[in-house]
């Protein structure tokens, strides 16, 4: 079955810093999705991407977030200037048509 | 914005048991959807049901849908302990611009005694 894969499994930051991580979505699906789950919190929205461009986002998604398909496959979310609030579990997902969404197994952010 | 609030937060049952777990949203949707997390990791899909359908049926999945409630219910008959797991529920909004975007509940916790 067609897998959504996302890397690193884990990223520890410092505060400031830079961060990016990568999703691979299934191939020939043209809807993209960034989720985040603070620990203990419910999955939020953060934005959904189609035909290259953003079609819409949440109001989490601020400045210091943007997400890129560089290469046509892989899908991207880089948070520019990280902070202690940030630390969450990052989910790529997919449009999966009929079936509901393909979720990506997930990345866990630490900012320290 | 709408919601999907699932209850209770926490379920603790034996196994063989049945268990049942409630969602409730406040707006128009296009579908509601249940998925499933193991601790600390990623969401796994096990049904999806549209708003013009009352019932649906997967394995040992059974997932109702009350659009003039706005509310949902799943039940996993004859548990496992491998069922041990956070179940969440997730709505697809009608009027979105989006398509396929999700809002989730806070989720069920759903612990199965050996």
């Known amino acids: 079955e067609p897998e959504v894969t996302q890397t690193p499994s884990h990223q520890v930051t410092q505060m400031g810093q830079e961060v990016i991580l990568h999703c691979v979505p299934i191939?020939?699906?043209?809807?993209f999705y960034w989720y985040r789950q603070i620990l203990g919190q419910k999955v939020e929205f953060l934005v959904s991407?189609?035909?290259?461009?953003?079609?819409?986002k949440s109001e989490i998604f601020d400045d210091q977030f943007s997400v890129e398909r560089p290469d046509g496959s892989n899908f991207t979310l880089k948070i520019r200037s990280t902070k202690l609030e940030d630390s969450a579990m990052y989910f790529c997902?997919?449009?999966?048509?009929?079936?509901?969404?393909?979720f990506g197994s997930g990345t866990r952010l630490t900012v320290v | 914005s709408q919601q999907g609030e699932e209850d209770p937060q926490a379920l603790s049952i034996q196994e063989g048991e049945n268990a049942t777990m409630n969602c409730s949203y406040k707006?128009?949707?296009?579908?509601l959807q249940w998925y499933r997390q193991n601790s600390g990791r990623g969401l796994v899909h096990l049904i999806l049901?549209?708003?013009?359908?009352r019932e649906k049926h997967s394995g040992r999945l059974r997932v109702t849908l009350d659009t003039s409630k706005k509310s949902s219910s799943l039940l996993i008959t004859a548990s496992r302990a491998a069922d041990t797991a956070s179940y969440f529920c997730?709505?697809?909004?009608?009027?979105?611009?989006?398509?396929?975007?999700?809002?989730f509940g806070q989720g069920t916790i759903l612990t199965v005694h050996p």
């Open positions: 997902a997919n449009q999966g048509g009929l079936g509901g969404e393909t």
């Open positions: 191939s020939n699906h043209l809807y």
């Open positions: 991407f189609y035909n290259n461009e953003i079609s819409e």
């Open positions: 707006t128009s949707i296009n579908n």
């Open positions: 049901i549209r708003s013009n359908e």
């Open positions: 997730a709505t697809a909004y009608a009027g979105g611009t989006s398509y396929g975007k999700l809002t």
